[in-house]
């Protein structure tokens, strides 16, 4: 509860952790996940968590499935406790990370690059530190992710939010033309980015 202060009202963190047992053991242990990769990152230089419900929460409530924002916690962190000083997120699930655009984008020291197919949870970019891109057909989509890389040039961390639903077998945010092949390149252009 006490680390998740840095990103979420009290009154909120109460009403997850004192409700659903169940549900609020999957909420924090998803978003543990996410808080010992940054810190496991330190250590190895690379590492990753099979967490979700992250980029849509926001400080005081939760939106689009997600409950806890493991992104801007694992961006506040690598800050405080592993003095990065330019810190880069990037989102490529299918919808908008509105959530974590609230609460890390006036951070001077957060870079955000979001790519995504459709507005659920649109914000606007305020600074040259923010790149966002909602692509309207499948054939755009990898030209975007490759925009978004070089927005992130120079960041000293990445947080990649790699969601898997622009796929377009998703049923809640596919794309027609983002196969599974178009999505194992834009995994092959991250790591080697």
């Keep these: 509860r006490d680390e998740l202060l840095a990103i979420h009202d009290p009154e909120y963190l109460d009403q997850i952790i004192n409700g659903d047992a169940d549900l ?3 909420i924090l242990a998803s978003t543990g996940g996410v808080r010992d990769a940054l810190d496991a990152m330190f250590t190895s230089g690379r590492a990753g ?6 980029h849509h929460a926001k400080r005081g409530y939760e939106d689009g499935f997600c409950y806890i924002n493991g992104l801007a916690l694992a961006a506040l962190r690598a800050i405080n406790n592993h003095a990065v000083t330019k810190v880069g997120i990037l989102d490529l699930d299918s919808h908008c990370g509105g959530g974590t655009f609230s ?3 006036e951070n001077e020291k957060v870079f955000i690059a979001d790519v995504s197919c459709n507005s659920y949870d649109i914000w606007r970019p305020n600074s040259d530190r923010h790149y ?7 054939n755009e989509y990898l030209d975007a992710v490759k925009r978004a890389l070089e927005h ?3 960041v ?16 809640i945010g596919g794309m027609s033309g983002i196969t599974r092949e178009v999505l194992a390149e834009r995994e092959r252009l991250v790591a080697q980015w």
């Excluded at 968590?49 to 992250?54: E, I, M, Q, R």
């Excluded at 000293?156 to 049923?171: K, T």
């Design 103 to 105: 609460m890390v984008g």
């Design 156 to 171: 000293d961390a990445l947080i990649y939010n790699a969601g898997m639903d622009p796929f377009e077998d998703c049923a």
């Design 24 to 26: 609020a053991r999957s």
């Design 132 to 138: 966002l891109e909602i692509v309207k057909s499948a």
């Design 152 to 154: 992130l040039n120079g």
């Design 49 to 54: 968590s099979l967490s979700s419900g992250l």
